[in-house]
Structures are given as C-alpha cells and as structure tokens.
C-alpha cells in the first residue's frame, strides 16, 4: 500500500512538470562594450539604514551616501579597465545631448517593458497558484516575485489653480 501511495505520488509529480514551461530569454552573443566608449547612468538610487528593534528599517544617511560614492567608485574602476568613460547624472532631466522628445520615447519603452514584466509576474503568480503547480512550487523553490513600480519621487507635481 505505502508503495503504491508512493508510485502514484511520482507518478503525478512527473505528469504535473509538463504542466509548467519555463523560458529563459538571454543574449548569449552579448559582450561587454571595450574600447573608447561612454557610459551615462543616473544616479544609484541606494538608501541604507538600521534595523530597530521594532522591525522597521530606520534610514542612515552617512551610510546612503557612503553606499553610493562606493556603487559608483567600483562601476567608475570596473569601466574604467575596460576603457569606458562613466558619466553620472543626478536627475534624467539633466541627460546631456538627450533631447525632450527623444526622453519621452525612452520613458515611453521602459514603461512598455515595466507592463510587461508585471504581466509576466502576474500570469507567473497565477500559474503557481494552479493545480498541479501549487503542490511543487514551494519544494522545488518557486517563490513569488515583486511587481516593478516607479519611483514615486520623481513624479510630477500637477496644480489645477487658476492664477
């Protein structure tokens, strides 16, 4: 009887993996650029803080700054041995050579690519929560994924007064 039990949890084990498809989309043609080349970035948008004892996370800002002036040491060396020049930014709006238009198109793409990803999170999240699914997903290490948001401090600001 306990062999039987055990051939059938097998057995639905294996008929439920046909169920799940993974992909996994990567350009394995790419390489790093080298050479003379430029490299702009915004600023890294890294805060650091303390745990309390209470559970929350109490911002540090020595330790921000601290953090970032190391993010950017490191990707300055790092591109700097591949001969890369790194310009760093602290706001898009201040993107040299990158006219209004041309950064509505950017903004528009990475809002395209942002739905996207949180449609694949979504449809992901649904599938895990599916039979036959929902009885490997934890064993195997399956986990729930964060949905992508914007950075809400960079939204702007709108006023309806009339002056």
Request: glycine share 8%; aromatic share 8%.
């Amino acid at each position: 009887m306990r062999n039987m039990g055990l051939a059938a949890a097998v057995a639905a084990s294996i008929a439920s993996s046909g169920c799940v498809q993974t992909r996994q989309y990567a350009d394995v043609q790419f390489a790093p650029p080298s050479g003379d080349y430029k490299l702009l970035v915004l600023r890294p948008d890294v805060t650091v803080g303390s745990l309390t004892t209470g559970g929350m996370v109490e911002p540090r800002a020595d330790w921000t700054e601290q953090a970032r002036a190391s993010i950017t040491a490191a990707l300055r060396a790092q591109q700097a041995s591949r001969g890369g020049n790194v310009t760093i930014v602290e706001h898009r709006n201040q993107l040299p050579g990158v006219g209004e238009q041309e950064l509505a198109d950017i903004e528009d793409k990475l809002a395209a690519a942002r739905r996207y990803y949180n449609q694949t999170v979504y449809r992901y999240h649904s599938v895990m929560q599916s039979f036959p699914p929902v009885l490997i997903a934890k064993p195997f290490g399956f986990h729930q994924r964060e949905f992508f948001g914007t950075d809400e401090r960079d939204a702007p600001v709108v006023s309806f007064a009339q002056q």
